[in-house]
């Protein structure tokens, strides 16, 4: 088929969730653009279409989990807790696409299958597994950073007679009462999970691979004048967000924790533990956890006492109790620790004694114990940032595809662009900011939104960035991140959870403040790094 044959559209947004949706309202709305919106899900939300296990929670403060760009929204949409659930965010998310009149173009249950750059035309040709085929000026990938399942290679899953879920793909109806249930994976989502459903199942098996770090979530409700104060300080609050490190409401500290007392150390550790929150705990106790090791030590010394408090079994205690630096995406919890005095609970550590195969009855550990299971629930993740990039046929130039592209490196100018992919921009792509992300989307949407503005001006074809460029962004962000303790432990931010892949790079690690001001910098040198081709 030729281009001409296709439908045409002045951009195509992959992904309906907190991003393509912004993506899809400034573009039309704002510039007047023909854009349509393609996502697998049967609705909008992305994440919050996909995670429906029990205990899914928000762990950002729910006042900034949302949009901020629109004052009226903020003013008439409301919450009830300090966190969010699932259904909620949901529902927050179908009121937004109704607010905005976004579902007449957006089109579920498709999956985009192939983007190739035809640079005769200066366009990409996207293709669905429907059978569509367009083609569009623009392509924005809005496919999320934990989107694309990790699903374990454990030998002999497909002989496992019981049920088996995902927590990323989670059906409707799941009945969890009288049932013997497995849970693998402790991080975010496994500790939520365990700790929602332990008091509902009959017996739960855990299977955990790295024992984690976690404090009090604090979640409580909140009263009409907290809500009240928020929405009459909307400015203030979102100003602060915005220029702060990780935009969760919050002034990050200034105090390196070893320029305090013992005492006044112990004393803030255990305020943040009362208040809860995970990145508060990090980042607003001491400027210093996530950067310097005795900082951290302390930090990660005060969670393991808890650890010995809290459970009252010593081998299970230990076995819960990590000994690593405390440098993963930093948790909360609604009683997790606590669970495991439950007489229903139990906890296998798969390092000491790997899950060598599942089993028509459960799963079969090294030690020749198996342990019988009516459903398995795997927590196991995602396949983090580039994941569901490297599940399309996508091509740039040259018919390049973006495997043999990045290689085993996903690279990015200022997050939102890659060379030799042009008029391809990303939200939420590598080297993008590590941060309570609506806000880091949003920035993210209205610079590329201006961008496309500045091109139509200009009549400008095409935008992509240099390599040069890309390459000054990626050491950029290799500085910045041999600063922080990170980098020291395997999890998803360094994209080393998934089979197969390399421990590398994945985010700029400076904070939002600073990311929105290497995005005006950018914009304001006349899109320095970038390379235009004219119509
Ligand atoms: P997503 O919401 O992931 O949407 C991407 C969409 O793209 C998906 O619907 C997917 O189906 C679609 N898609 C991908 N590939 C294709 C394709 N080829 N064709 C068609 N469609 C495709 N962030 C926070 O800041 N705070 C939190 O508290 C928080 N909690 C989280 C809890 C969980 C369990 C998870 C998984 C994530 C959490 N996050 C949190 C991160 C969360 O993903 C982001 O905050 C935000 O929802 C991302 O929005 P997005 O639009 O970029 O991507
Ligand atoms: P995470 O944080 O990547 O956690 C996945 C968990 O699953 C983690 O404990 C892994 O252990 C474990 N895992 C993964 N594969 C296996 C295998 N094969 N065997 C045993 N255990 C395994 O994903 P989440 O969904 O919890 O959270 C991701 C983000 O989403 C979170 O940070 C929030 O931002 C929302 P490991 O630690 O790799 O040893």
Known sequence: SSPSSAIHFDAIVVGAGFGGMYMLHKLRDQLGLKVKVFDTAGG???????NRYPGALSDTHSHVYQYSFD??????????????TQPEILAYLEYVADRLDLRPDIQLNTTVTSMHFNEVHNIWEVRTDRGGYYTARFIVTALGLLSAINWPNIPGRESFQGEMYHTAAWPKDVELRGKRVGVIGTGSTGVQLITAIAPEVKHLTVFQRTPQYSVPTGNRPVSAQEIAEVKRNFSKVWQQVRESAVAFGFEESTVPAMSVSEAERQRVFQEAWNQGNGFYYMFGTFCDIATDPQANEAAATFIRNKIAEIVKDPETA??????????????CDSGYYRTYNRSNVSLVDVKATPISAMTPRGIRTADGVEHELDMLILATGYDAVD??????????????????????????????STANFPNMFMILGPNGPFTNLPPSIEAQVEWITDLVAHMRQHGLATAEPTRDAEDAWGRTCAEI???????????????????????????????????????????NAQYQGFAFQPL
């Open 318 to 331: 230990r076995k819960l109790t990590p000994t690593d630096v405390y440098a993963r995406r930093p948790l």
């Open 387 to 416: 994941g569901n990039y490297r599940r399309i046929d996508l091509r740039g130039r040259g018919g390049q595809t973006i495997n043999e592209h990045w290689n085993d490196t996903p690279t990015s100018y200022v997050g939102v």
């Open 71 to 84: 004052e009226a929204m903020l003013q008439e949409w409301t919450w009830k807790n300090k966190y969010l």
């Open 481 to 523: 991140a041999e600063q922080t303790l990170f980098g020291q432990v395997e999890s998803w931010i360094f994209g080393a959870n998934s089979p197969g892949k390399k421990h590398t790079l994945m985010f700029y690690l400076a904070g939002l403040g600073n990311y929105r001001k290497q995005l005006a910098d950018v914009a």
């Open 44 to 50: 909008i939300g992305g994440t919050w279409y996909w």
